[in-house]
């Protein structure tokens, strides 16, 4: 057995090697650094970054595994992927364990995990399956864009109902996939028309639905909210179906608030322990960064950040690192992007090169987006920023991407080969 782990080679592309390594050293230092409040509560210094040091260990040895896989296996693993993203969804949202008013995590064979870290490859794999089978001359076949709605829908309104960032980027992922596919313009242009109008809807829902009051995290009371229900509201299946779609309402409208109600405040005016402390925390750390930063470890805002370790993460990269060291990791995502891109465009097959794109387009607007929550420039959300944030689930599934993109760039076939003359047989 030993022998057999041991012969596993370590191939693929060597940029994203180098990615790879770069974010997870930052992540190790900055997840060592943010546990501040991990360390308090558990009496032990070095256990949040040896529990994390461990799961990047795992997620090494998951990439290593997924990245000796042919691509063309990758196909075979779809159907049951998709299965068993959606009935992990379903039980999630039945007996899942519940934090923050919000059910995303669920165990299985007593490993907590969140199934919606598996159901966004399962869409990816899907949809990369779709268009390199409908591909044309012209472009993929018209009906390709009703097969990938009629995958990729159920899943994404399953994720909607208890983490609406993550299925909103999820869908952003596989519209600008349909994009890349040639799917044509006309359905896309007619689908951003559909999503503008749901959009506007559930707002306008939200809006009448939603306490902005009810949403304050330090007593619970959407959660409350949820459990202390009538015996005639139980007996009710519509209320129980209204409570379950909506009860979240009052979170996205008080962080929908917050982020319009933007407003300059005077340094006595703002509420470090009550509702919107993280994004005032968050600010703080960076206005104290001074371009140059405090250093590792000399965070100072680490210890009133609850997420800092996660969420926040990058608010505590500038204010250690500076505008340098927090501008040097947005570079590296980009290079992720970039690099994989390069790698797409040499795969002779549509089904890699739409695969790891997909991959790729998941790490960085989930990676983006993070980072203008840290500085304020959307709407507070529940997203780590992938391969460096504190995690477990998405930890390793992360890893799996990357070990997914060293795949196809090590066993896919490419154009350059398919091009180039054999060579001849002299005769004896």
């Not at 596989?174 to 044509?184: D, Q, S, T, Y």
Request: proline share 3%.
């Amino acid at each position: 057995m030993f022998d057999r782990l041991t012969r596993l080679k370590f191939k693929g592309d060597g940029i994203i090697w180098m990615v790879f390594f770069f974010l997870c050293i930052v992540s190790v230092l900055e997840v060592y650094s943010a546990s501040s409040a991990l360390t308090y509560k558990a009496d032990n210094y070095w256990k949040p970054v040896v529990y994390h040091s461990s799961l990047i260990l795992v997620g090494v040895a998951f990439m290593v595994l997924t990245m000796n896989v042919k691509c063309k296996y990758f196909k075979l693993v779809t159907p049951f992927a998709l299965l068993f993203s959606l009935l992990m969804l379903v039980a999630v949202l039945m007996m899942g364990q519940s934090t923050n008013g919000a059910q995303r995590w669920i165990g299985l064979f007593g490993i907590q995990f969140q199934p919606s870290e598996l159901a966004k490859g399962a869409v990816i794999l899907a949809e990369a399956q779709i268009l390199s089978a409908m591909q044309t001359v012209d472009g993929a076949d018209r009906r390709a864009f009703k097969y990938i709605m009629y995958v990729s829908l159920p899943i994404i309104f399953l994720i909607g109902m208890e983490n609406l960032s993550t299925a909103a980027l999820l869908f952003l992922t596989v519209i600008i996939m349909m994009f890349i596919g040639r799917v044509p313009k006309v359905q896309l242009g007619r689908l951003m028309g559909v999503l503008a109008m749901i959009g506007v809807f559930v707002v306008a829902m939200v809006w009448m639905i939603g306490d902005e009051e009810d949403a304050k995290p330090q007593d619970n009371k959407e959660l409350a909210m949820t459990e202390q229900t009538t015996e005639e509201e139980s007996a009710n299946v519509f209320a129980k179906a209204y409570n379950k779609v909506f009860h979240r309402a009052s979170t996205w409208k008080a962080r929908i608030m917050d982020f319009i109600d933007n407003k300059e405040l005077r340094p006595e005016d703002v509420d470090l322990e009550g509702k919107g402390a993280q994004k005032a925390h968050a600010s703080i750390a960076i206005a104290t960064s001074n371009v140059v930063g405090k250093g590792p470890g000399n965070s100072v805002e680490r210890d009133f950040l609850s997420q800092a370790f996660s969420d926040f993460i990058y608010a505590i990269i500038i204010e250690e690192m500076g505008v340098w060291g927090a501008a040097g990791v947005c570079l590296l995502y980009i290079i992720l992007l970039f690099r994989t891109a390069s790698i797409a465009n040499r795969c002779a097959n549509v089904f890699p090169a739409l695969l790891i794109m997909g991959v790729a387009l998941l790490l960085t607007t989930q990676a983006m987006f993070n980072m203008c929550v840290a500085v304020g420039l959307a709407p507070v959300t529940g997203q780590p920023l992938p391969l460096i944030s504190k995690g477990g689930t998405s930890t390793i599934v992360n890893c799996v991407y990357i070990g997914v993109i060293l795949s196809v760039s090590y066993t896919a076939k490419r154009k350059d080969e398919l091009t180039e003359p054999k060579p001849r047989r002299v005769a004896a």
